[in-house]
């Protein structure tokens, strides 16, 4: 995906889906292979240079910054606890980026996605964050889980459509361009990782039985395993989600996806194929909730 370029799934453009093995639905967006055999690591994944001193300046931030906070922490007067006027009041409920609401969390379930959410907007947030995850995952790759996963996530009006243009997205010859067999399975030996991580959601737009929410995601895409060509890489992207209220619950009308915001990456070395194939069978999901 061409920096600014923005995809979407259902509404005008259900597809979303271009040639590009790394596309937008199913956790496949674009990303930069790195293959084997570069200098002497022989797991696939190349390796980063040796730390220098800009790492050891970050450390350095990060303990300055660490010290501050603690310090800021720590001061504040006596007196009678009352804090004044400098006493800062708590925000309204989901009014701040970290901010709890205090209700509990969906309890409900459709198949193995959240549901049962909130008429509200910590419902739509929960909702648009669960229903990424589910439209990121592997499971997007097998044609029953894949119209499972539509029909539990859209509205009943675009599912029929929506299904059938993403088993034509879903091609033979996609799924040999990421890797897979032509009948989506994981070959031998191999790994295939599509996660989608939430970082955080934001309403845009919403009414009684509407909203649009943003969801801030990093996903996880490619094949875990030793003799991969395509190791597993991490992508940053945003998804805005246009939400009906349908059947006592929160459904995707339309969606789309743009690239970014992308942060600056870290001094982390890649972590070896088998490691990488040990975390993502080891690792298990969140339901999430504002």
């Given at each position: 995906?061409?920096?600014?370029?923005?995809?979407?799934?259902?509404?005008?453009?259900?597809?979303?889906?271009?040639?590009?093995?790394?596309?937008?639905?199913?956790?496949?967006?674009?990303?930069?292979?790195?293959?084997?055999?570069?200098?002497?690591d022989?797991?696939?994944?190349?390796?980063r240079?040796?730390?220098?001193?800009?790492?050891?300046?970050?450390?350095?931030?990060?303990?300055?910054?660490?010290?501050?906070?603690i310090?800021?922490?720590?001061?504040?007067?006596?007196?009678?606890?009352?804090?004044?006027?400098?006493?800062?009041?708590?925000?309204a409920?989901g009014?701040?980026?970290?901010?709890?609401?205090?209700?509990?969390?969906?309890?409900?379930?459709n198949?193995t996605?959240?549901?049962?959410?909130?008429?509200?907007?910590?419902g739509?947030?929960?909702?648009?964050?669960?229903?990424?995850?589910?439209?990121?995952?592997?499971?997007?790759?097998?044609?029953?889980?894949?119209?499972?996963i539509?029909?539990?996530?859209?509205?009943p009006?675009?599912?029929?459509?929506?299904q059938?243009?993403?088993?034509?997205?879903?091609?033979?010859?996609?799924?040999?361009?990421?890797?897979?067999?032509?009948?989506?399975?994981?070959?031998?030996?191999?790994?295939?990782?599509?996660?989608?991580?939430?970082?955080?959601?934001?309403?845009?737009?919403?009414?009684?039985?509407?909203?649009?929410?943003?969801?801030?995601?990093?996903?996880?895409?490619?094949?875990?395993?030793?003799?991969?060509?395509?190791?597993?890489?991490?992508?940053?992207?945003?998804?805005?989600?246009?939400?009906?209220?349908?059947?006592d619950?929160?459904?995707?009308?339309?969606?789309?996806?743009?690239?970014g915001?992308?942060?600056?990456?870290?001094?982390?070395?890649?972590?070896?194929?088998?490691?990488?194939?040990?975390a993502?069978?080891?690792?298990?999901?969140?339901t999430?909730?504002?």
């Open positions: 995906m061409s920096q600014g370029d923005e995809r979407g799934y259902g509404g005008n453009d259900p597809g979303g889906r271009t040639d590009d093995a790394y596309s937008t639905l199913g956790g496949t967006r674009q990303t930069r292979t790195r293959l084997p055999g570069g200098g002497d022989g797991d696939g994944y190349g390796r240079p040796a730390r220098n001193s800009r790492s050891l300046i970050m450390a350095v931030g990060v303990v300055v910054l660490l010290i501050a906070a310090a800021f922490a720590n001061q504040g007067g006596g007196g009678d606890g009352s804090g004044g006027d400098n006493e800062r009041k708590p925000e409920a009014a701040g980026p970290t901010t709890a609401t205090g209700t509990k969390p969906v309890q409900g379930k198949g996605i959240a549901a049962g959410f909130a008429h509200d907007e910590q739509a947030q929960s909702a648009a964050a669960n229903y990424a995850v589910a439209l990121g995952s592997a499971d997007m790759f097998d044609k029953t889980k894949r119209d499972g539509l029909q539990a996530t859209h509205d009006a675009v599912v029929g459509t929506l059938a243009e993403m088993a034509n997205a879903y091609s033979p010859d996609f799924l040999r361009n990421v890797g897979l067999n032509e009948d989506g399975s994981t070959p031998s030996g191999l790994t295939f990782v599509s996660r989608t991580i939430p970082v955080g959601t934001k309403v845009t737009e919403q009414s009684a039985d509407t909203a649009t929410v943003e969801v801030w995601c990093t996903g996880l895409v490619g094949m875990a395993g030793q003799g991969s060509t395509k190791p597993v890489t991490a992508t940053w992207f945003t998804i805005t989600e246009k939400l009906k209220w349908i059947g619950d929160w459904k995707i009308g339309s969606s789309s996806q743009a690239e915001p992308t942060p600056v990456n870290g001094d982390n070395r890649a972590s070896t194929a088998d490691d990488i194939a040990d993502v069978e080891g690792y298990g999901g969140f999430y909730a504002r």
